[in-house]
């Protein structure tokens, strides 16, 4: 049998996490959420600046852990583009306006921040940490010059997102440290 192709698992893996996002009620799915903040907080508490994300339609929300990490006095950033063909930066501040490709991010004059923990989106993570993303390259930019800083790497998503089958790698692809869901925090040794 053939392995699935990147953009093959991909398909699979969006549509298998819209579905399972369509099965639950807001207070079901503030609990699963909840309960990955509760899986990440001894990781935020070991960082001094967290990096995350504002989520998107299906993905899981890391916005309860960043504001557990901000209340014991981590800094929270999030990814921020100032030139669209660039790789984004995180600044530290809240998502409050939209940037070049509609996601939410802080405000220009905020400060530009190296995170030592980046909570990563994704649409699936296999058991070597290799991420399949949406595919436009964005975090794959971004995490070369991070890895190169020591960040702690972290892919966060609902549990069915952690692919059994092996993700296919590109030269380009930073496997990430670890995967957090509701379920746990899966480490990877690389």
């Not at 093959?8 to 207070?27: E, I």
């Not at 309860?64 to 006095?73: C, F, N, Y």
């Not at 501040?93 to 996601?103: S, V």
């Not at 993303?133 to 966060?156: E, F, P, Q």
Request: proline share 8%; charged share 25%.
């Amino acid at each position: 049998m053939q392995p699935l192709s990147k953009e093959s698992l991909r398909t699979a893996a969006l549509d298998a996490r819209k579905a399972f996002v369509r099965t639950l009620s807001d207070g079901e799915r503030a609990l699963l959420e909840e309960r990955l903040a509760r899986n990440l907080t001894s990781l935020c508490a070991e960082a001094r600046v967290v990096g995350g994300y504002a989520p998107l339609g299906s993905e899981i929300s890391p916005l309860l852990a960043m504001e557990e990490a901000r209340a014991i006095g981590r800094i929270v950033a999030f990814p921020a583009f100032d030139h669209p063909a660039k790789p984004f930066r995180f600044r530290a501040g809240d998502p409050l306006e939209a940037g070049p490709f509609g996601i939410m991010q802080p405000k220009p004059r905020t400060p530009v921040v190296e995170p030592d923990l980046i909570l990563v989106p994704l649409i699936a993570i296999d058991g070597a940490g290799t991420r399949l993303g949406r595919g436009k390259g964005h975090y794959d930019r971004a995490l070369v010059r991070l890895r190169k800083s020591r960040a702690r790497l972290v892919g966060i998503g609902w549990a069915l997102q952690r692919l059994t089958e092996t993700i296919p790698a590109d030269e380009w692809d930073v496997p990430l440290d670890a995967f957090a869901s509701p379920e746990g925090l899966e480490l990877f040794k690389h």
